[in-house]
């Protein structure tokens, strides 16, 4: 590809937009690079599902036509290249969810945050890979095979939005939706080099079909952070499909003004996470970037201890048993084993053990409140590795960090708590990269409904650093 239509293919959405306002780009231009890098790289990298190429160059044309006008008619993100995790329905097109079980089904609506984007003029090219029902932190499903990190094949792409973010990371898209139940986006966030942010709980509304709602939140993947509220600016507030999305809606500025003086709170390990050497560095040397911005960075104990990641699977076993169970009978030995073991275990919680977990919520927050008063952020390890292998089993008995045993599920992420946490907003930003060419994050964890300061202390650091400005060494 020439260095021209690869420079397109890594154009922020907002660069973009303002080069297609002035007429100096048009979407078909764009559209035909991303295209382009999607025939040229998806064949090593597998993360692409469905394409829809020739709707896309139609609906360019349409776009590059709406530009010509004078009438001001455009739409927020008119022209805009969007890849759409195959999770998230969309009306009358096949969504697997990464399922045989699923493999040729259509739904009758679209998801309420997919279909904002594409009515602001975002234009659907590509449908990305996710693992089975979104069970996991890598992004390999019976139905799709195994998806591969841009920066090292080797390696996962993240999950259970693995397939979005490794996408964006390898300019095959400008913007994609995910889904974050876990650590859904910030996974494929920190493994692939870019910014994702889960939304805190209503934020942003969810689909009818989605269980435990207050657990799963929807959300983007950008390459910057900018980029990222545009988005939120478009996908959030009420809408029918949720009764929890909120009635109040927050308009995020595209600019921020710097965080000298911050107090921010730094936990390396949330008080009971094995946590690898090279991200344990790459945290330490983020965390002299914030004190080189003016901040007093303080390391905290939250008090949390391992129960958190019990109790957290209990949830999620629950989760999977209440919507898959009917499966079983017939699908059982064409699903992945582990989403099997999933349901099975979550058949055989009880109901006083599931309200343990409200319980244990309650407990967490009581431990991390005061923190979040007293100090503006809480930062800490995205994931505990880099990033594992692109084909890693969650039934891995022999996994280890630092050569210590860890659970293989969950024991690598430092997510999922505050998904049990979820009125909190949470963003993953990238701080550099490991001996194995896998880039590592940072997780910024706001107060309650405090989007903007998050969004604030990722702007400072993205301007510190300027990561966007690393490609995967693809060819």
């Known amino acids: 590809m020439a260095a021209a239509d690869l420079d397109l293919c890594y154009m922020s959405a907002l660069d973009a937009l303002a080069a297609f306002k002035a007429r100096t780009l048009s979407p078909v231009e764009l559209m035909k690079a991303v295209i382009a890098r999607c025939e040229a790289v998806n064949p090593a990298l597998n993360l692409v599902t469905y394409s829809y190429f020739e709707r896309a160059l139609e609906q360019a044309k349409a776009a590059e036509a709406r530009y010509g006008k004078t009438d001001g008619r455009l739409r927020t993100l008119e022209g805009l290249p969007f890849a759409s995790k195959d999770y998230h329905a969309i009306k009358g097109e096949i969504t697997t969810i990464g399922s045989k079980i699923m493999e040729y089904n259509r739904p009758d609506h679209t998801y309420p945050v997919t279909e904002r984007l594409m009515r602001a003029g975002a234009i659907l090219h590509i449908r990305t890979t996710t693992p089975e029902f979104g069970y996991a ?113 927050v308009r995020l500025p595209l600019t921020y003004e710097g965080i000298e003086g911050w107090r921010i709170a730094y936990s390396p390990d949330l008080g009971y996470v094995e946590v690898d050497e090279e991200v344990r560095d790459n945290t330490r040397k983020a965390v002299k970037v914030f ?63 599931f309200e343990r977990v409200s319980r244990t919520r309650g407990w967490m927050y009581q431990k991390l409140a005061p923190i979040l008063e007293r100090y503006d952020v809480m930062i800490c390890p995205t994931l505990a590795v880099p990033a594992v292998k692109a084909d890693h089993t969650n039934m891995d008995p022999g996994f280890t960090v630092n050569g210590k045993p860890v659970e293989p599920h969950l024991g690598w992420l430092l997510t999922y708590p505050f998904n049990m946490m979820n009125q909190c907003p949470a963003a993953s930003v990238p701080t550099g990269f490991a001996r194995n060419g896998v880039p590592t994050g940072l997780q910024i964890v706001g107060r309650t409904y405090d989007d903007a300061r998050v969004f604030r202390a990722a702007a400072a650091f993205e301007a510190a650093t300027n990561w966007s400005r690393h490609r995967p060494p693809l060819q």
């Open 291 to 353: 004190r080189d911005l003016g901040c007093e960075v303080e390391e905290v104990d939250l008090g949390w201890t391992s129960g958190v990641l019990n109790q957290y699977l209990r949830l999620f076993e629950v989760f999977f048993a209440s919507g898959l169970q009917d499966f079983l009978p017939e699908w059982r030995f064409e699903m992945d084993p582990r989403v099997v073991d999933l349901v099975e275990r979550g058949q055989r919680v009880s109901a006083v053990e």
């Open 137 to 249: 932190g890598t992004s390999h499903s019976p139905l799709w095979g195994v998806s591969r990190n841009p920066w090292n094949p080797d390696y996962t792409p993240g999950g259970s939005s693995g397939g979005s973010g490794g996408a964006v990371a390898a300019g095959m898209t400008t913007i994609a939706d995910g889904g974050d139940g876990g650590g859904s986006i910030r996974i494929p966030a920190s493994v692939n080099g870019i910014f994702g942010f889960k939304p805190p709980y209503g934020r942003n509304p969810n689909d009818t079909t989605a269980p435990h709602v207050f657990l799963v939140q929807i959300g983007v993947l950008t390459r910057t952070v900018a980029e990222s509220a545009l988005l939120q600016n478009v996908v959030s507030g009420p809408h029918k499909a949720d009764i929890n999305s909120l009635r109040t809606r």
